[in-house]
């Protein structure tokens, strides 16, 4: 049975509005676990469009239904969060909140999610298996995912599908990858306890700025001599806080960073090995370290018939040469994968970047993502979705 409905209302027609809606979004940015105008926003908009819509899932996450309740249930999910980072594209709907920016494209992302829900809000309902858009707080600091978990916001779902805006592929095209897609996440601590002293005299001092130098460089080469070479890890120190006075050697150093892999298996031993090495170094010279990991995010695995799903509606809506194999996974994180740990499920690249000319990565405050990208989104992700509901009807239908 086909459920599209050849009447409904074209995206083209509201896309306008909701372009504007995603620039007031941009313009008006909340931190991760303060989404609450966003949220608010958000709720709003698809109680207008008729679906069943629950608040304060996860914190200030929002989790809407539309559908006749009954058969496989097939989900979204977009984020809402924006970063600690001063916007400085110049547009006229910059960010109106200083060092706060939408510099990860999640007002495109809940812009998505909104457009996608008034689409299938023109379908019959009665003819459409359930559906639920999880609309999740707190990506950035890897907590919102596990906050809707524990809501039971992934409770009935057999698929989710998901999207991130790509900046290396070109506005028009999507990025598709089996498969394990992005690396399991940590943070790494490190308290370097020495003996300070006076400046002139290092050799009375335990110098833990030194150590915790050491520290930093021989991490680097334990990786590259003591770990297989063909599984990455990385491991950046992106703060150092140590030291009183210019000629006070500190007592102590305080590090912290993060660490990415791809494997499973290597990821968690990876743990245990870097507080013995990271100890023996600090030992070795006459210090104490001490060491807290805490993991982020597992690995997002992409599901090979889910992302084949997307694939085919992809090639289908843009052309076989807009639909690019992604052969590498990314060694950034994504919480993503905390729903994946209880559903089968598939991450979208989108690209956004100027068809003529390029977009700045990620986390930058230059970063501007094409609005023409937003149509795509919508079209590439509403297809998939009612083509997995298509598929799951005739399936079920054979088995009668």
């Given at each position: ?232 890890v990385v491991v950046s120190f992106g703060k150092i806080e140590g030291g009183k006075a210019f000629n006070v050697i500190a007592d102590r150093v305080k590090l912290i960073g993060t660490v990415r892999c791809l494997d499973s298996s290597l990821n968690n031993m990876l743990p245990n090995w870097l507080e013995t090495r990271i100890k023996s170094i600090a030992s070795s010279l006459g210090a104490e370290a001490l060491v807290t990991y805490t993991s982020i995010a597992p690995p997002v695995f992409n599901d090979a018939y889910l992302t084949g799903v997307v694939e085919e509606c992809s090639k ?85």
């Amino acid at each position: 049975m086909n459920f599209r409905n050849s009447d409904r209302l074209t995206l083209k027609s509201f896309l306008p509005q909701l372009i504007e809606l995603r620039r007031h979004i941009h313009a008006h940015p909340e931190l991760s676990g303060d989404e609450h105008q966003t949220a608010a926003l958000v709720a709003g908009e698809l109680r207008k469009y008729g679906w069943d819509v629950k608040e304060s899932v996860g914190r200030t996450g929002i989790v809407a239904e539309f559908g006749n309740k009954k058969g496989p249930m097939v989900g979204l999910r977009v984020d809402m969060d924006a970063l600690p980072i001063e916007e400085k594209t110049g547009l006229s709907y910059s960010s109106l909140t200083t060092g706060v920016m939408h510099a990860c494209g999640h007002d495109l992302h809940t812009c998505i999610g909104i457009g996608v829900a008034r689409l299938f809000a023109e379908e019959d309902p009665n003819q459409l298996t359930p559906i639920r858009i999880l609309f999740q707080p707190a990506e950035e600091i890897a907590s919102g995912a596990k906050w809707m978990k524990k809501d039971g916001a992934t409770k009935g779902l057999e698929a989710l599908f998901g999207v991130h805006v790509y900046p290396e592929l070109p506005s028009g095209h999507i990025g598709v990858r089996s498969g394990i897609l992005t690396a399991a996440a940590g943070k790494l601590e490190i308290e370097v306890l020495g003996n300070g002293g006076h400046g002139a005299r290092p050799h009375q001092t335990v110098d833990s700025i030194w150590i915790a130098s050491k520290i930093i460089t021989e991490i680097q080469e334990s990786i590259s001599r003591q770990l297989d070479a063909l599984l990455p890890v990385v491991v950046s120190f992106g703060k150092i806080e140590g030291g009183k006075a210019f000629n006070v050697i500190a007592d102590r150093v305080k590090l912290i960073g993060t660490v990415r892999c791809l494997d499973s298996s290597l990821n968690n031993m990876l743990p245990n090995w870097l507080e013995t090495r990271i100890k023996s170094i600090a030992s070795s010279l006459g210090a104490e370290a001490l060491v807290t990991y805490t993991s982020i995010a597992p690995p997002v695995f992409n599901d090979a018939y889910l992302t084949g799903v997307v694939e085919e509606c992809s090639k289908e809506l843009l052309g076989d040469e807009k639909v690019i194999q992604l052969n590498m996974p990314s060694l950034g994180a994504e919480d993503f994968a905390e729903f994946l740990e209880d559903v089968p499920g598939t991450m979208i690249r989108l690209g956004v970047a100027p068809p003529k000319g390029n977009c700045a990565p990620l986390h930058n405050g230059l970063f501007a993502p094409d609005e023409n990208s937003l149509e795509v989104g919508i079209n590439v992700i509403f297809s998939t979705l009612l083509t997995w509901i298509e598929k799951q009807t005739s399936c079920t239908k054979r088995k009668e």
